[in-house]
Structures are given as structure tokens and as C-alpha cells.
């Protein structure tokens, strides 16, 4: 069957249009790789639909995988989820680390959500497992700057939290004593999650604000929230106390 010109099964079909039927208007687009917004999630200029950017890269099961997670993603867009943003939407590596912050908290819950609907998530952690190897192959015996550990740390952090132990277990040995900085900083970032959750739009901002917190980048980063902007851990520890002592004791 065909859902906006991509080749589904009949199951993935009915799926596909349960989520974009709780969407409202939604756009598609296909092109080789997507490239804006939010793993090719956006919002059109006037703010009245949703645009999904489907890659024509991938077929199938994981193509339908892939098309689910993004219409999960507009969802909690729609639900008021927090996002981090470049504080100077100039600079490229601002960008990259805020658009990482959000792809780790959202793609939690999209993952739950499409793994309960029933959907393959085998090539999606194989290959967020490949990437991460691949980087840190590519980095042996090379420091890494700043942004590169505090980056590497959120895409670690997310492939660990979703690959086999086997593989958690020879990755890790991998980057043992090569990426010291940036593992200790991802494992950090896994046992904060644990604390905060991430299942519902106040528990996805304590996620983030306690990352941005841990990595130091409410500069670089800082979290929109509703009608707020919060850009320094100081405002989110006076005007989110009573928020932080209800969901984190």
C-alpha cells in the first residue's frame, strides 16, 4: 500500500495513519536525506502544518520505522514538548549539540511508543550503534575539543540506552581510555535520564535542563519551554524549584 508515495504493508499502513490522523494537517516531502528541523521535522512558515521529510534512502520496514518516529516526534512538538535551540542559530556546532539534546529525549519516548505499536527497530540501533563506533574510530588517539566530547557524549548516551550489552560491552572497550572524558560524561547523562524520566513534557525539560546542567552549555543551549526561553542554570534552579523537588525528590 501507499502512504504519501512511500510502499508500506497494510499493517504499517493503518499505523502510519492513526498517528498522522492525531496530527492535524501534516506535509510530506521525499528527498534523499532529511535535513531540516527535527530529524526531518518541521513546521511550515505560516505554522499550520507539520512537514515530514522522508528519506527515500531506506525501504520497508525500516523506512516505516523511520516515517513512525517522525510523526512521534510532531507529536510531542504538538504536545509542547521542551527543545533545546542554538542560542546563535549561526553557528553551526550550536546548532548540531542543541538538535542532539533533542534527538536523545524525543527519540526515548518515540521509541517506546513505536516499539508498542509494533514497528522494527533493528536497523535504527544498528545503525546509531555503527555511527557511534565508526566515530570513535575515526578519533583514536586524537583529543577531543569541547564541543566534540559533549556531543559524542549525547549520541553515546543514546546508543547505549538502546544497543545489545554485548555490544554495549565492546564499544565501551572501544573508547576505553581513548574517549575517557566523553563516556564518563554519557554514562552520567543515562543515570540523570533514569532520574528524571522523560515520559511526559515536565519530566523531557528536567531531562534536559539537568544535561544542559551536567555539560554546562545553557549558554550555548538553552531550553524553550512553553512561552519561557531558560538560558542559564540558575534560572532554571529558581523558577523550576518546586517543579524539581516534586519529580526528583
Known amino acids: 500500500m501507499h502512504f504519501n508515495g512511500i ?56 523506512l516505516a520505522c523511520r516515517v513512525a518516529h517522525q510523526l512521534l516526534y510532531a507529536l510531542q512538538m504538538k504536545e509542547g514538548c521542551p527543545l533545546t535551540k542554538p542560542a546563535d542559530p549561526e553557528l553551526v556546532w550550536q546548532k548540531i549539540l542543541s538538535e542532539s539534546i533533542n534527538n536523545l529525549i524525543l527519540e526515548l519516548k518515540a521509541t517506546d511508543e513505536a516499539t508498542a505499536l509494533g514497528f522494527d527497530h533493528s536497523y535504527i540501533f544498528n545503525h546509531r550503534y555503527k555511527e557511534v563506533k565508526d566515530f570513535a574510530d575515526r578519533h583514536t588517539g586524537k583529543a577531543l575539543d569541547s564541543f566534540q566530547s559533549r556531543w559524542f557524549a549525547v549520541d553515546l548516551a543514546l546508543a547505549l540506552i538502546f544497543i545489545p550489552p554485548e555490544k554495549i560491552n565492546f564499544l565501551l572497550s572501544v573508547l576505553k581510555s581513548k574517549e575517557d572524558e566523553a563516556v564518563g560524561l554519557a554514562l552520567s547523562i543515562i543515570n540523570l535520564i533514569e532520574k528524571t524520566g522523560y515520559t511526559t513534557t515536565g519530566r523531557a525539560f528536567l531531562a534536559m535542563a539537568e544535561i544542559n546542567t551536567l555539560l554546562d552549555t545553557w549558554s550555548y543551549c538553552p531550553i524553550h519551554y512553553g512561552e519561557k526561553v531558560i538560558g542559564s542554570a540558575q534560572q532554571y534552579q529558581t523558577e523550576f524549584f518546586n517543579l524539581r523537588a516534586l519529580l526528583l525528590g
Not at 18 to 32: A, D, H, M, N, P
Not at 49 to 57: G, H, L, R, V, W
Open 7 to 62: 510502499e508500506v504493508n497494510h499493517e504499517h499502513y493503518d499505523l502510519l495513519l492513526q498517528l498522522e490522523k492525531r496530527l492535524g494537517q501534516v506535509e510530506y516531502t521525499i528527498g534523499s536525506e532529511p535535513e531540516s528541523g527535527l530529524a526531518g521535522v518541521s513546521k511550515s512558515p505560516d505554522d499550520s502544518a507539520f512537514i515530514i521529510d522522508i528519506s527515500s534512502q531506506y525501504k520497508g520496514d525500516t
